[in-house]
């Protein structure tokens, strides 16, 4: 079967002009093109999957300037046997491609890029709904009192935060509190994390470390910085999780579409860019850290598996990086990293998730990276990724390794923390109440959540229980 999303059409393709007087008109074109595919694929086979209408109004609309135009003309021509959301945007090149991966997602194509050839046989992800929360669903939720609770009476009008609220998660004492979802919404719902994903990538990180595969103190393993005299064979993976590389990129540093609307390399595109700024030295909020992070525990993990195998008779190929194993330990079977052509993860913004598979990623640093009464990160680390001792952001949050903190907001306990995404999406731990706050939305650049102020009303609300 094959159905057709977009507000164009009854526009034929070519009415879409190939050439423009604009210097990046075709090159937004093509982005756009490469967003529409790519969002639709997400939103439609990641979790429990969303009705075209929404995925229209919700994903779709008041995303970047520079391409929405041009988005609001295309259409995306959708194969559910296949699993393939195409969009054409000019005569004369193929179209977008973005195809379901099974557990990993889907995947972008590069411009100019066809199918290939795939097998019918997509990976699917544990079934844990029936297993006790937080592993499962069941019993998730704290008892209900006769009358509204004052975490309820808090969050009532979500209005008052800003911005446009999709979910809302409250878990208190490991039960969830509250819980809000919008029409045509529900706990399976996953939607895009944007740069949430930059914690989760911490975390696979942090897994890594306590397995011994990398010491985050020690030069980042990126192969190709290591040509003799390459100043970037100093930068240190916490560096690179500290946003503190030195590194320059062509804009600014929390864009990359050519990888996230154009399906580039992730390797290629990261590791081509100069230094900047001594290793260390200047704090520059960067996709490209994030992906350079990640790229060294991939060569780290790789080293490891190599060195276990010279010393074993029986050949293991089970140590690579595999977020989807790992978020399926946590029970967050709904949560999909994707990745790009080469299978290297977007681990800076390209995942999709559900509000309670957020609040179990919280859960687990809530408990100081334990679960199920297993060590799953190291000792400390949450003290590690919440401690700023990286150069610092200007503005109203500190910054750890891959986490925000609350260090400079008033009514807010000082050991809080959390993962921030575009478009509002938030996931808040506070250790000393005992706290994970979990907020997903479709905020636009004119409306967003102010996120100190929900997070200061809920932890005033705790104190009057």
Not at 77 to 95: G, H, L, N, Q, T
Request: proline share 6%.
């Amino acid at each position: 079967m094959v159905r057709r999303l977009g507000l164009g059409l009854l526009i034929a393709a070519t009415a879409i002009p190939a050439h423009a007087a604009e210097p990046n008109a075709e090159i937004n074109r093509a982005w756009a093109a490469g967003y529409r595919a790519g969002a639709t694929c997400s939103a439609l086979w990641n979790g429990a999957g969303k009705a075209l209408a929404d995925i229209e109004r919700d994903e779709l609309t008041n995303i970047y300037p520079e391409i929405e135009p041009d988005m609001r003309l295309q259409k995306a021509d959708i194969d559910d046997k296949a699993k393939r959301v195409s969009v054409r945007y000019r005569e004369d090149m193929p179209p977008r491609i973005a195809e379901w991966d099974g557990a990993q997602g889907c995947v972008t194509l590069p411009i100019g890029a066809v199918p290939g050839e795939r097998s019918g046989y997509r990976p699917g992800r544990p079934n844990l709904d029936d297993q006790p929360w937080p592993l499962g669903d069941h019993d998730a939720l704290a008892p209900r009192p006769r009358n509204a609770t004052p975490y309820e009476l808090a969050t009532m009008d979500m209005e008052r935060f800003g911005g446009r609220t999709s979910s809302l998660l409250i878990v208190k004492g490991g039960k969830i509190a509250v819980e809000w979802y919008q029409q045509g919404h529900g706990l399976h719902t996953a939607q895009r994390t944007f740069s949430v994903a930059k914690s989760m990538a911490a975390t696979l990180i942090g897994h890594g470390v306590l397995n011994g595969d990398i010491d985050v103190t020690r030069p980042a393993m990126i192969a190709d910085w290591q040509t003799p005299g390459d100043p970037r064979a100093a930068i240190t993976t916490e560096q690179l999780m500290r946003m503190a590389s030195g590194l320059t990129s062509d804009t600014a540093g929390n864009r990359s579409d050519a990888i996230y609307m154009g399906g580039a390399s992730v390797r290629q595109w990261t590791v081509q860019w100069s230094l900047l700024n001594p290793p260390g030295s200047v704090y520059r909020y960067a996709n490209n850290d994030t992906l350079l992070a990640v790229q060294s525990l991939k060569a780290a993990q790789q080293k490891a598996e190599d060195e276990k195998n010279k010393r074993s008779a029986v050949i293991r190929r089970d140590l690579h990086l595999d977020p989807a194993a790992f978020f399926d330990r946590l029970g967050m079977t709904r949560t999909f990293a994707e990745h790009d052509k080469d299978g290297d993860y977007i681990l800076s913004s390209q995942v999709s998730t559900t509000a309670r598979d957020l609040a179990r990623l919280g859960l687990l640093y809530q408990n100081d990276g334990m679960w199920a009464g297993k060590r799953v990160l190291p000792e400390n680390w949450r003290r590690f990724v919440t401690t700023p001792s990286g150069p610092q952001p200007t503005g109203d949050f500190g910054y750890g390794a891959g986490f925000w903190l609350f260090n400079k907001s008033d009514g807010i306990p000082a050991d809080a923390f959390g993962a921030f995404g575009n478009r509002g999406q938030y996931m808040v731990v506070i250790p000393s109440r005992g706290l994970v706050i979990v907020r997903q939305g479709y905020d636009d650049g004119k409306v967003r959540l102010d996120i100190a102020a929900l997070v200061r009303a809920i932890v005033e609300a705790d104190g009057r229980r």
